[in-house]
Structure formats: C-alpha cells, structure tokens
C-alpha cells in the first residue's frame, strides 16, 4: 500500500511520469523539465516496500518518490530515483490516486524502449483523439506493434477509461542515455508549447546523467548488499 502526501493540491494539472527504466529516459527527461520549469517539490509517494535510501542535492534531502509542480504551466512531475521494481501495480494505482483526486487533464508517461539504431527514434501511443492530432502534427510516428512494460504498461492495462499518452524513443544502451532523453524533450516541447531553448539542452542532459548515474549506482550497490551480508551469514 503506497501513501500519497501533497501539500497543494493543483486543479486540471497535466501529470508527466518517468521511472528508472532502460537508459534511465524517464528519470534523465523528469529531472530536465523540474530545473527548467522551475517546479517546486509539492508531494511524494512513500512505501515501506521503496529501498530506504535518500539522496542528497544542494543539501535538500531528494524523495525517492516526488512530485512536483510547476504552476505556471500547471504541469505535475513525478520524478522516481528509487528503484521501482516489484511495485510497478502499486504506483500505477497512486497515479490513478493523482489522476482522479485532482482531476487531471492526461497522464504522459515517458519510456525507453530497445533498440539498435544509432539515432533513436520516437514513437507515441495515445488513446485521446486530440492528442493524436498534436502527436501528429508534431511529425512523430504512432507505435502500432511493440512491447511496453512498467509502470506505463499497467496505467494502461488497468486504467482505460483515463486520458493518458506514452512517449517512446529508442536507446540502445543501460547506461544513462542523455541523447535519447534529449529527443523526448524536444517532443514535449512541441506537444505542449513549454518554450524550450534546445541550445544547452545536450549539455544540461549529460550533466543530469553524470549525477543520476551516480546515485543509481549507489543505490544498486545499497540494493545488492543485505543480499550478500544473507549469504555470509548463512555461509
């Protein structure tokens, strides 16, 4: 059972999600849009089950789950450097918690998907017919055949009757992918107008994968340790 905690609660919001997955997309692309719109943390989602570790970033403690607003453009951003694995369900339901308490517009969902291609390509699913139109006439391409796992998979599997959007681009490698992430936020960019100045954008987003990279190795390290301190114990 997960607990939300808000201190505002923001009318009509857009909800943008993105969890540690493949090429940490989700995590890097969340990161971007909290410093450049300047959203305030406002919330988390908190379990006994997330791995109890915190981490630390101009000395403010960072949740493993937060949510942040940025009011201006009355967009909500849940940001995870925790790893979610096992509690994909759960979260979803918190989503839904979000969705339905506040009355949101749509929920889009960012994810990286496997790929071999030097250039990562885009793709979008939705099941709104406006946003189809804007996904559209942004000249990014529909995902007719494919696999979606995660968190993402379970809004949709769950959850039909909600306005939600999946952003998808290719990345072929598990470390922090920067380049990739950088191709979502340009597409976000376009659907919803944020006004993004894409000349530092490279260079902000190898900065955010040097620091996530970091804190995810720490936290796998965190992750892998009562496992082997089991193993000694047990001989």
């Not at 376009?190 to 954008?201: E, N, R, S, T, V």
């Amino acid at each position: 059972m997960m607990q939300i905690t808000l201190q505002k609660k923001p009318k009509n919001p857009i909800i943008i999600e993105g969890f540690p997955g493949l090429g940490l997309i989700g995590t890097i692309t969340t990161e971007f849009l909290i410093k450049h719109l300047k959203a305030k943390p406002i919330g988390n989602i908190w379990s006994k089950e997330l791995l109890p570790v915190v981490a630390i970033h101009e000395n403010k403690i960072v949740q493993p789950l937060e949510i942040f607003y940025a009011e201006k453009e009355n967009i909500l951003i849940v940001h995870a450097l925790s790893d979610i694995r096992g509690m994909e369900w759960d979260i979803s339901d918190s989503l839904m918690q979000l969705y339905r308490e506040l009355d949101a517009k749509e929920i889009i969902s960012i994810e990286g998907i496997l790929s071999t291609n030097q250039k990562p390509q885009v793709y979008y699913f939705t099941n709104d017919t406006e946003a189809k139109k804007k996904f559209d006439s942004a000249g990014i391409l529909q995902l007719k055949e494919g696999i979606i796992m995660g968190v993402t998979a379970a809004l949709l599997l769950k959850n039909k009757d909600v306005i939600g959007s999946g952003i998808f681009v290719e990345s072929h490698t598990k470390l922090p992918d920067s380049m990739s992430a950088a191709k979502v936020i340009e597409i976000l960019d376009k659907y919803l107008g944020l006004k993004i100045d894409y000349k530092p954008l490279i260079q902000a987003a190898s900065e955010f994968e040097k620091k996530l990279k970091d804190i995810i190795q720490q936290s796998q390290r965190l992750t892998n340790q009562p496992r082997k301190l089991k193993m000694n114990y047990f001989g």
